[in-house]
């Protein structure tokens, strides 16, 4: 890896961060609190709330297998996925590659921060090839973007091949693991400390059940982390989210409970799936959709728009022509698919 420095946009490096009133009192105990303009009623919420979210980390970290300080939170992955940006690339003049197809927002976040995306096509059958990615990248390249297991593709890339690109890119490597907890296979935030240029991203959208709250997470090194905080809003996850995901994990056997329910679901949806005669294709998949290959998916789609059944159509996605990507659901859920795509003519 470049050292750290040289990597971070030196606007970012030098920058003094806001100072908030939660910063500056730290320490001993107080029962007044005249520091902030915030109101004396209504509490909790007239209190700004922790900043650094200490409670939350200190819960999730051996949840997740890290330290407390290998932890940033952010308002969605979302927005650990701009931050990245804001941190390391300089607009109009890096650029950062990532694999296609996957999922929209690194490009999105690239076109809002001015910043070149590069993609590089998987094969057929989703997968990546380090040699081409490295290939993509310039002494420009700050960050490489991989999602695995991937969307919307569905597989998780092996392991061997994503420590080949950590080892042999010089700059930030990025591997989403939004959809980990679905997948048998070991996820990178457990071996953080061996990589440097890691930073991994986890949310609470998926296996947690709790898209409403807004709650991402990234994973990276101390000195990465201390990069997060600087740049961030003061306070940018709200005092409901907060408890909320302490009340989520003080309850693990729930969490646990969702994950297998949800994943003896798919053993049951993909090989009634593939028995349709209007599909063509389902592909293996390590997370909690599957990406199918129907005779004519803009058709399927709106048929089942039709039945009120929503899925996501990838028709229009490099690689994905007729292929619709469906979200596992509820057995019930599941079944009324099915049965709708049974009855399509
Ligand atoms: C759903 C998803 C996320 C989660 O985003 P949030 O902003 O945390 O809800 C992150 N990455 C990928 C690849 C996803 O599909």
Known sequence: MKNLQSLVRPNIWALEPYSCARDEFKGMEAHVFLDANESPYNEPLNRYPDPLQEK???????????????????NGSDEAIDLIYRIFCNP???????IAPTYGMYKVCADVNDVEY???SLSEDWQLNPKALLAATDSNTKVIWICSPNN???????????HEVLMSFEGIVVIDEAY????????????LDNYPNLIVLNTFSKAWASAA????????SEEIIALFNKVKYPYNVNLLAQEKACALLADRPTLDGWLVQVNREREHVLPALAELPIVQEVFPTDANFVL???????????????????????????????CLRITIGTRQENNELLGALRFFK
């Open 213 to 220: 709250i807004r709650l991402g997470m990234a994973f990276a």
């Open 118 to 120: 590069r993609s590089v």
């Open 180 to 191: 980990s907890d679905f997948s048998t296979q070991q996820p990178f935030r457990t071996v």
């Open 292 to 322: 199918v290959r129907v005779t004519d998916a803009n058709r399927v789609y709106q048929y089942l728009i039709g039945k009120g059944i929503v899925v996501r159509n990838r028709h229009r996605v490099q690689l994905c022509n007729d």
């Open 92 to 98: 109009k003049q890096d650029n950062v590659v990532a």
């Open 56 to 74: 939350v980390k200190k819960i999730l970290a051996p949840v997740k297998h890290v330290r407390p300080s290998q932890i940033f939170l952010g």
């Open 152 to 162: 919307p593709t569905g597989n998780d890339f092996p392991r061997e091949v994503l």
